[in-house]
């Protein structure tokens, strides 16, 4: 009875110290930061990010005295965490993140501008105009990444042109599919985006500058309708199907059951395992105007509530910005760098340089808040008009109708 | 004392009684001394981290908490060095936890309902408004960049810059740029220090960042030239703000727009007198709104009725689906003719052993109207929408819940089949009753009654299982003619989902507001529920 009770007053005590503790801990982070913590760079970074990162912190340590501490976050669940803790205090000083996540982050007030200065010009232009929001720029970008046109070369020796070309190519290539591409039951706008842009038909239009304006809804025009009607007619041709979802159009792909594939360099990998002969190609135009897939640039930035900015911004446009550094991420990750002469050296490679061609002509990813209404009723309706539910011009205008609504 | 059977002497007993005694104590207060010092111990290690708690809290003036840390930390102590009041010993720590993990979490969610909480809204005014001014803050485009030393002297930071064409001035906050000639340069022409001030290094700037950041030094002594600010420590660029905050009339300007904004305390953000907002704002309570938001926009309520039936449905029919092919093969398996009986629970168990999202997605893969297995092998090549057709997706559902929750209720009907003593069911047919009849009669009525409440629970999980909704129908299909982001399968977890996280823009108050919608009728359900059972229970 002694030791039991004993026993428990131990654990009892051990409770209320761990409980307590927890309290102090959460209440306490906010005033060790301005203290302790001023010498100490904090980076969110994913797992394959990180490993790089860690050679450039300890040279940047090594030359500044600063210290940097890498810590490791789930890719996907960073912007909503991001969100949450800076205004709290407790974020980090930089974040890794996506540029389409900017609109959501400057109208939260949880990012700063950063300053590229000179070197600005050093980078992809479409990379600075994606990590750019209302004419400042948030973020030093490391990467860009998008969608292009894989070519199986047993099957089909050449790039088609347009694309009645690649129907006909892919139909000669006696496959089951003409041509993959991945559109699921609520359809993949990102994918058929290109299809979309050849039409004249962007989402958004563009001011003198480049950024998108979300005044000026474009995706409605005459060039919707006509990409709305197209989509009907290739889906009642089984040439789009919403059946074919992502994972569906890359076995398939892998498996040789069609010449052509759009997709990004995620799937390349495992194609070259399958034994695939690739080539990239860009996206033939359907429409008659070019096919403008969108760019993802992923790159990093300042917290606003950073009390290290000078250091941050250091830190980011002088090694993370460095060529050594970008190549290295390029590496590891297999995505473009957005440095225009660490991309010239990974060009040596035929895929990079293809998707980098293709990134050439492409167009941002809209990182206006007002992207964030579009999918909701970009993806049902396309799905809608794929699979005959209706007039494809009806449908199409009280999809952008929403939208406005929804955006305003 | 003990009592043996041969007499002793009195004195001899009574000094066997001493030494025991004496021994006793001894023991007493050698454990109590160890029991003691353990307790000061750990509370001292309790303590200590209060008042560094408390510290800290003062420091950053968060009184509520404060408070709090304080009156908890006296209690515990009081409780754990009072004599007696064993019961408090126990539960303290426990209630503690309670306190914290529990009752806090609710209480904060609840409170979230009543705020504006979510995009643009997520932080205080004063972040908001040094966020404004930051982003406002824009570098004249075309400026040059001026290599830039920063020096210091009696504790004032200055700016020495060199502009492209290798002119060096010299500025502060408060003295705008003027040229000098007497700066000592670098091989490269960039002026590195000047007579009078001590040149700052790297490792000196970044201890002194945040004063250094906050640096602007004027151009000239116009201030629509513009400022120089730093965002490196090593080169210097010219900027230009458009927002001044007026802190006595609690406005923003634009002075490039002329356009005034003011501080609106209701919606939570600067708005301007022809209703323009600027983002961020910050969070306020915003009392009701979001209920009546929940009630009341045409978006949410319409959808709002037909969810919850298909919620109470959906919920309904999960557990009663699964509840009644659990009994059926429970009584089957339960049979001791049934051979093999083992080996056929076993694998009957399975679909209990992985996880339901997992499960969710590759039934969303084998029920592809196209490639999927269901179709291609069962049908022979039909193409039967099962996900994208109304109702049968509504049916596939049910159908992947009950394969998923089967096992469940067939192992614990399996129990409660077993507790049920043999003789009732000898009596019963003794007396002439059919089998169905004794089912329906005996067996059932005894199951119920330890089963019921976890039929409420399990009632409850599928009232909110988003899991399987969101991975095998993302709540579609969506009748795009209704223009209203909700499907056919969506529940109301799945709904609140989309309505508050779907898409940028994130509204916690709102989903907040839902969820205590949510709480109410799974709580009103449960407890009718519970009252019902009661009454089974009478039956015993």
């Known amino acids: 009875m002694k030791v039991k009770k004993k026993g428990l007053l131990a654990f009892g005590a051990v409770a209320v110290a761990t409980s307590l503790a927890l309290t102090g801990c959460s209440a306490g982070d906010n005033a060790e930061t301005t203290d302790s913590a001023s010498s100490t760079l904090t980076v969110w970074v994913d797992a394959d990010r990180a490993a790089v990162l860690k050679d450039a912190a300890a040279?940047?340590?090594?030359?500044?005295?600063?210290?940097?501490?890498l810590v490791q976050k789930d890719f996907a669940k960073i912007q909503e965490q991001f969100i949450a803790q800076v205004p709290t205090g407790k974020g980090?000083?930089?974040?890794?993140?996506?540029?389409?996540?900017?609109?959501?982050?400057?109208?939260?007030?949880?990012?700063?501008?950063?300053?590229?200065?000179?070197?600005?010009?050093?980078?992809q232009q479409v990379a600075v105009t994606a990590m750019s929001y209302e004419g400042q720029t948030y973020g030093v970008p490391y990467a860009v990444e998008n969608i292009a046109l894989?070519?199986?070369?047993?099957?089909?020796?050449?790039?088609?042109?347009?694309?009645?070309?690649?129907?006909?190519?892919?139909?000669?290539?006696?496959?089951?599919?003409?041509?993959?591409?991945?559109?699921?039951?609520?359809?993949?706008?990102?994918?058929?985006?290109?299809?979309?842009?050849?039409?004249?038909?962007?989402?958004?239009?563009?001011?003198?500058d480049g950024s998108y304006n979300p005044d000026d809804l474009s995706i409605g025009n005459a060039g919707g309708d006509a990409y709305a009607a197209?989509?009907?007619?290739?889906?009642?041709?089984?040439?789009l199907s919403v059946n074919v979802t992502s994972d569906i159009a890359k076995e398939k792909f892998n498996a040789g059951a069609s010449p052509f594939f759009i997709t990004g360099p995620w799937n390349v990998p495992d194609a070259e395992a399958a034994g695939i002969d690739l080539a990239i190609d860009p996206i033939p135009s359907a429409g008659g105007e070019p096919a403008q897939p969108f760019v993802g640039v992923q790159g990093f930035m300042v917290s606003a509530k950073t009390t290290n900015a000078l250091a941050a911004n250091e830190f980011l446009v002088n090694y993370v910005g460095s060529g050594k550094v970008q190549t290295a991420l390029y590496e590891v990750g297999g995505r473009a760098p957005a440095l225009t002469s660490a991309f010239e050296a990974a060009a040596a490679d035929p895929i990079t340089a293809g998707f980098g061609a293709v990134a050439a002509s492409a167009v941002p990813m809209p990182n206006i808040p007002q992207m964030g209404k579009v999918w909701q009723y970009w993806g049902v309706t396309e799905a809608a008009i794929i699979t005959g539910q209706g007039d494809p011009t009806q449908l199409w205008q009280k999809m952008t109708g929403e939208i406005q609504t929804a955006i305003q | 004392m003990t009592r043996s059977g041969t007499p002793r002497n009195a004195a001899q007993v009574k000094k066997a009684a001493q030494s025991r005694r004496a021994g006793r104590i001894a023991d007493a207060a050698s454990v109590g001394v160890k029991v003691l010092l353990t307790k000061i111990l750990l509370l001292g290690i309790v303590d200590a981290i209060s008042v560094y708690a408390l510290f800290v809290l003062a420091l950053t003036q968060d009184w509520l908490v404060f408070t709090a840390v304080l009156l908890v930390a006296l209690l515990v102590n009081v409780i754990y060095f009072r004599r007696g009041g064993l019961p408090a010993k126990y539960l303290t720590p426990g209630l503690i936890f309670l306190a914290v993990f529990q009752i806090f979490v609710i209480g904060y969610t609840g409170y979230i309902a009543f705020t504006n909480y979510g995009t643009g809204h997520n932080s205080t005014k004063d972040d908001a408004i040094s966020s404004l001014i930051v982003s406002s803050q824009q570098r004249v485009p075309d400026s040059p960049s001026y290599a830039l030393t920063i020096l210091e002297r009696l504790g004032t930071y200055s700016f020495l810059v060199t502009d492209p064409a290798g002119r060096v001035s010299v500025g502060d906050e408060i003295t705008p740029l003027s040229r000098v000639t007497d700066a000592e340069t670098d091989a490269s022409g960039q002026a590195i220090a000047l007579p009078g001030f001590t040149s700052l290094g790297f490792s000196d700037i970044v201890a002194n960042q945040e004063r250094i950041a906050a640096l602007s030094v004027p151009l000239s002594n116009d201030p629509n030239d513009g400022t120089l600010r730093t965002p490196d420590g090593s080169s210097a660029y010219l900027y230009l703000s458009d927002l001044v905050y007026d802190e006595a009339a609690d406005t923003l300007s634009d002075t490039t727009q002329n356009v005034?904004?003011?501080?609106?305390?209701?919606?939570?953000?600067?708005?301007?007198?022809?209703?323009?907002?600027?983002?961020?704002?910050?969070?306020v309570e915003v009392g009701f709104d979001n209920f009546t938001k929940a009630f009341t926009t045409d978006s949410i309520r319409g959808p709002l009725i037909s969810v919850t039936v298909w919620t109470f449905v959906f919920a309904f029919l999960s557990v009663g689906t699964a509840f009644a092919l659990g009994l059926f093969l429970a009584i089957v398996f339960n049979d001791l003719r049934m051979r093999g009986r083992n080996v056929y629970r076993v694998i009957l168990i399975l679909p209990y052993a992985f996880p339901g999202f997992l499960s969710a997605l590759v039934w969303a893969g084998m029920l592809n109207p196209q490639f999927g297995f269901v179709n291609q092998v069962l049908f022979g090549g039909a193409e039967i929408p099962w996900l994208t057709n109304e109702w049968l997706a509504k049916f596939s559902i049910i159908l992947v819940n009950l394969w998923l929750t089967f096992p469940y209720m067939f192992l614990v009907t399996t129990g409660a089949l077993q507790s049920i003593p043999e003789e009732l069911q000898e009596a019963a047919t003794v007396d002439g009753a059919k089998p169905w009849a004794i089912f329906r009669l005996i067996k059932l009525p005894l199951l119920l009654v330890s089963v019921a409440p976890l039929l409420i629970a399990s009632f409850a999980f599928a009232f909110n299982n988003f899991n399987l909704v969101y991975m095998l129908t993302n709540g579609g299909p969506r009748d795009v003619t209704a223009g209203v982001n909700v499907g056919a399968t969506d529940i109301l977890i799945t709904m609140v989902y989309k309505v508050a996280f779907d898409g940028a823009n994130r509204d916690y108050g709102l989903a907040s507001a839902f969820s205590i919608v949510i709480f109410v009728l799974v709580a009103a359900v449960s407890i009718i529920s519970f009252r019902q059972t009661k009454a089974l229970e009478e039956l015993n």
């Not at chain 1, 070519?151 to 041509?179: H, K, Q, V």
């Not at chain 1, 299809?195 to 962007?202: D, E």
Request: aromatic residues 12%.
């Open chain 1, 92 to 123: 980090p000083d930089i974040t890794i993140a996506a540029h389409d996540w900017l609109g959501n982050l400057v109208s939260n007030g949880v990012v700063q501008p950063v300053e590229l200065g000179d070197t600005a010009a050093d980078y």
């Open chain 1, 230 to 239: 197209w989509l009907a007619q290739e889906g009642a041709a089984g040439h």
């Open chain 1, 150 to 208: 894989l070519r199986n070369t047993a099957l089909a020796s050449a790039a088609p042109a347009t694309y009645d070309d690649m129907i006909a190519a892919g139909t000669a290539a006696g496959t089951e599919f003409p041509f993959l591409v991945q559109v699921g039951p609520e359809s993949d706008p990102f994918h058929l985006y290109p299809f979309q842009t050849s039409f004249g038909a962007p989402v958004f239009g563009t001011n003198a």
């Open chain 1, 59 to 69: 040279e940047f340590t090594n030359e500044s005295g600063v210290k940097v501490n």
């Open chain 2, 260 to 283: 005034v904004y003011t501080a609106n305390g209701t919606t939570g953000s600067f708005v301007a007198d022809d209703g323009t907002e600027l983002l961020p704002g910050w969070k």
